[in-house]
């Protein structure tokens, strides 16, 4: 298992953490002054840019692209919106080939207003991973599933374990092209009783494309915006961390805290506590 500490290269800040509140420009600043080695920008982030000047900006950084988030829902009910995300997306791909990025992460969406059919939205998701997969390759960009708590199944997450996301990656990337894979995010799985054998099963497929951290705090404040930080929840980071490690994982610990206690905090606070609890407790 690698040792963390003094290793801020092997930190990723997904921009989610500091909020929105800086440009993506500025986070790179900052996380280059710490030595912090990779980001994960949002679509927000690239807003009134281009994405090659935001990679260009943080190749001379020094400054690694681990991934780009995230996908617009792929579960519409409507025909129309359907088409009108997977627009979407393509560009969203157009952009992750040109930042560089390791991966475009996928949150599959929730179940469509008033629907019950479970069954037919993850249907649906699942059509929209393979409706984008040949789009993904030609453009060279890994597509990365994040399974998301079951809390947030009805609204926006209808893919909620690694086991049923390794399901699909198997299906519909089955010749081993390697271009689908899974995020596994502590606070979505941490949980889960399957993890550590679907976590080997994942790295013996070659399947780990991310591993966020954050924490649960019990109960969290909000499902979504109530994150805590590492070391402050029941979440056994290192435990998980270790569970990848031995399977082969090699990237990058991502640092990924929706909160809004965290965000009344200064950014630059935000970034020490995230490097300071990488190197202790994940
Ligand atoms: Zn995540």
Do not use: K
């Amino acid at each position: 298992m690698r040792d963390l500490a003094n290793r801020p290269d092997l930190c990723c800040i997904n921009t989610a953490t500091l909020g929105f509140r800086i440009s993506v420009e500025a986070a790179i600043d900052g996380l280059a002054a710490r030595g912090i080695g990779g980001v994960s920008p949002w679509r927000r982030d690239l807003e009134g840019r281009r994405a090659a000047e935001v990679a260009r900006r943080a190749a001379d950084a020094g400054v690694r692209i681990d991934g780009y988030c995230r996908s617009s829902y792929l579960t519409h009910a409507d025909p129309a919106r359907r088409r009108a995300a997977h627009a979407e997306n393509l560009r969203a791909l157009d952009d992750a080939a040109e930042l560089g990025a390791a991966c475009y992460v996928l949150v599959v969406g929730g179940l469509a207003p008033g629907e019950r059919d479970l069954g037919a939205a993850r249907a649906r998701a699942r059509d929209g991973v393979a409706d984008l997969l040949d789009a993904a390759r030609a453009r060279g960009v890994a597509l990365a599933l994040e399974p998301l708590h079951p809390v947030t199944t009805a609204g926006r997450s209808c893919l909620n374990t690694l086991a049923e996301a390794l399901d699909w990656c198997d299906e519909l990337d089955a010749d081993g092209g390697n271009r689908l894979g899974v995020i596994v995010d502590a606070y979505h799985v941490w949980w889960d009783a399957a993890l550590a054998a679907q976590i080997a099963r994942a790295c013996r497929a070659r399947r780990v494309l991310g591993f966020h951290v954050s924490d649960w705090i019990d109960p969290p404040p909000d499902p979504v915006r109530g994150r805590g930080m590492m070391g402050d929840g029941a979440i056994d980071l290192r435990g998980i961390r270790r569970e990848l490690e031995q399977g082969g994982f090699e990237g990058a610990v991502e640092v990924e805290i929706m909160s809004d206690a965290w965000d009344r905090r200064p950014v630059g606070e935000v970034l020490d506590a995230c490097v300071r609890r990488v190197a202790t407790v994940c």
